[in-house]
């Protein structure tokens, strides 16, 4: 079974750092399309970053380029967020997303909130 788990969001102060993780169930996450997209509150849900299969690209939306890293780890099957420098306009629930057997799937999502 498919299945996307996010883990490691929480409140933190302008500046800080967090690292989320999405853990993969069900299908290699290294070899598919990863992202993280992340919706706020009346906003419409947009990509934050993206990583090929093999890691071989990675891409980042315009906000976040040169605060956060994304990666994956074929070990523990897992792609992760690596954030920092943290703003209050980062805060919104982050979900992973993967296309897996033809159709999208995605997490549950996780609340990051940057206190000002």
């Known amino acids: 079974q498919v299945q996307l788990v996010e883990s490691g969001g929480g409140l933190v102060h302008t500046g800080g750092s967090l690292r989320l993780s999405c853990a993969a169930s069900g299908f290699i996450a290294s070899t598919y399309l990863m992202s993280w997209w992340r919706q706020a509150p009346g906003k419409e849900r947009e990509l934050v970053a993206s990583i090929t299969s093999y890691g071989g690209m990675t891409n980042y939306a315009d906000s976040v380029k040169g605060r956060f890293t994304v990666s994956t780890d074929n070990a523990k099957n897992t792609m992760s967020l690596q954030m920092n420098s943290l703003k209050p306009e980062d805060t919104a629930v982050y979900y992973c997303?993967?296309?897996?057997?033809?159709?999208?799937?995605w997490g549950q999502g996780t609340q990051v909130t940057v206190s000002s």
């Open positions: 997303k993967a296309f897996v057997q033809g159709r999208a799937r």
